[in-house]
């Protein structure tokens, strides 16, 4: 084929134009070079194409390559672009399939990191019990569950408290002439019951407690029921315990032998012995 022939319009045009080649493409295959071919598109006045167009028709030809794949899952054969094919290190038929490969994926590295790691067994030191945990909250959960956290809690802050005056008054009274009723406010004798912490406990077996109110903390600030002298005996009475409060005011007010009197009416009372002396409820 002479250059004459080469170079006729209408060949340039449907090489350009219809089959959508770029410049150095048709020099390529007409054997002329890049300048003589722009040369010759512009001599013609055939339309020449922006970056946009240019780039446009690249992507397409670009996506259009695609490759047979096998999907993994399922075993459907189907065709994937080139770039995801070289991208992916695996590609499924569908979202599903995909789904089904990352749940594989995930469960076979779980297990292999649980082969390395495997559940600690630990026990509570609030209730007791034994319980497992991760490998790698070993170091930071150190209870069963939120109950004793709260509980522990609620002792290593009772822990750092001291007695007030009303129940100083209540400590050295009992000690005169309860010596079963020993003071358990700041955690001493280790007793939760209901979820609170009991002042004085009877430690005879009988199911009695005593409480120690001040008159500010449980009626102004008593936004929980429990904090309320009603809630305080509710709350003891349905797990089998008597209470008796002594408020502030009243403890101010009375003196040490009708305070004794009070007591002494208390303790005599019948209860069922427990069993268990210490313990948490």
Request: glycine share 6%; hydrophobic share 35%; with cysteine.
């Amino acid at each position: 084929m002479s250059d004459s022939i080469q170079l006729a319009p209408d060949v340039l045009y449907k090489l350009y134009v219809d089959d959508k080649l770029s410049k150095s493409e048709i020099a390529h295959k007409l054997g002329i070079s890049y300048m003589q071919a722009r040369y010759s598109l512009a001599k013609f006045n055939i339309p020449m194409r922006n970056h946009r167009q240019a780039g446009a028709i690249s992507a397409s030809r670009y996506l259009k390559r695609s490759q047979p794949v096998i999907c993994p899952v399922c075993g459907k054969e189907f065709e994937l672009a080139a770039y995801r094919v070289k991208r992916a290190k695996v590609a499924c038929c569908s979202w599903k399939c995909g789904r089904i490969l990352r749940l594989q994926q995930f469960r076979k590295a779980h297990e292999g990191y649980l082969a390395k790691h495997p559940r600690i067994e630990k026990v509570c030191p609030i209730c007791g019990q034994c319980f497992t945990v991760k490998f790698s909250s070993r170091n930071r959960r150190k209870y069963c569950s939120d109950r004793c956290k709260g509980i522990a809690c609620m002792l290593s802050l009772a822990k750092r408290s001291k007695p007030t005056k009303p129940e100083q008054t209540i400590i050295d009274m009992t000690n005169k002439y309860f010596p079963q009723f020993k003071y358990n406010g700041g955690g001493n004798l280790g007793v939760t019951l209901a979820g609170m912490i009991p002042d004085f406990v009877n430690i005879n077996g009988k199911k009695q407690v005593i409480e120690v109110f001040g008159d500010y903390y449980h009626t102004v600030l008593a936004t929980n029921w429990k904090k309320t002298e009603l809630g305080r005996k509710m709350a003891y009475n349905s797990i089998g315990y008597d209470c008796l409060v002594f408020w502030e005011g009243e403890i101010k007010a009375k003196s040490e032998t009708e305070l004794v009197e009070i007591i002494r009416g208390f303790a005599s009372k019948r209860h069922k012995k427990r069993e268990v002396l210490y313990g948490f409820v």
